[in-house]
């Protein structure tokens, strides 16, 4: 597979000869574990690691390089090679970081959908789709939805989800499919592309690494076998991985989410709850928190029966779960400032004192 076959074009390599990186290589990251890297080029794949100008140079983890990045690198070593820089991304996948409120963990770059992937027994939650959904909008990617295990229940079941999952959601291409049986997937196979890129997201155990098989006709991922205590598979994916389908498809497999806090990118909401905020252009105040004023359209559709109490539970917690990361981040860019003004004052009044 060339560089073509996994996106590459000539804007990228427009930057790549201004920036100074014509002589390297170009590669696009297949595998990230541990600020290791799989790097695919023309030449082949390189076992990569960082220069250390830029590990030093960057001024969060962010900035250094993830799978679907593109990035320049030198050849070392027979197989092995030193990443001098990443090239700008198309789009930037990314959730809260796990246990670092105010922090932002990048999952994929360069994606051009998400495939939100649950199954029908337990871990199934459509407040957890939501969120999916709106870690896509927010990065401008297209979101897909894909219900497995669709064998567990029966037709009658597998409709009444599909239901309550179209109810909640809005132009948003759902499959339903069983990896047993193969239900379902030559549906999936005509939305999964040449040229385009996906990300795989989901919890563990909900079978993406059997839909990457199924996908693409041969067992590329190892799975892993349904525990009979939880109903559901075993987490086997580790690592984040790019994997080339044989109809030039490519799909990004990830760990499993149970997590999947928001971040201040804005855009998200607005769609996933596109309802809410189109129904808010009606309140009688521009500044309705739609909690208890008068004259709130939100609420008037709550009355009506309009709007489900749970969607817009989930719409407060999430929005308030936003504005308070977008605080976090406000608070810590202050603080940096200040710390940065101290540093200068320090670093003067040493000079001027020749200390």
Partial sequence: MN??????????????????????????????????YMVSTDAGEYDA???????????SKNDLPAVGDWVALSEYDEGKALIHGVLPRHTILERQAVGKFGEKQIIATNIDYGIIVQS???????????RYLTLCHAAKIEPIIVVTKVDLVSEAEQEDLLGKIKARTSDVPVFAVSNETQAGIA???????KGKIY????????????????????????????????DRGKHV??????????????????????????????GGLEQTFEQIYALAEACKFSDCTHTSEIGCAVLAALDAGELEEEVLGHFYKMENEQAHFTSTVLERKTKDKQLGKIYRQAKQYRKKHKF
């Fill in 3 to 36: 560089l073509e076959d996994l996106g590459y074009n000539e804007a990228l390599e427009a930057y790549r000869q201004e920036h100074g990186f014509g002589q390297h290589l170009v590669g696009r990251v297949t595998v990230e574990h541990r600020e290791r």
């Fill in 49 to 59: 690691e960082l220069l250390g100008n830029l590990r030093f140079a960057a001024a």
């Fill in 120 to 130: 029908v027994n337990r871990d199934f939650s459509i407040n957890r789709l939501e």
């Fill in 187 to 193: 549906g999936l196979k005509k939305q999964v592309v």
């Fill in 199 to 230: 990300c795989l997201l989901g919890s563990s155990g909900v079978g993406k690494s059997s839909l990457i098989n199924s996908l693409s006709g041969m067992e590329r991922m190892k799975t892993g076998a349904i525990s009979e205590g939880i």
């Fill in 237 to 266: 994916t580790t690592h984040r991985e790019l994997v080339p389908l044989v109809n030039g498809a490519v799909l990004i497999d990830n760990p499993g989410m149970r997590e999947v806090g928001i971040t201040d990118r804005s």
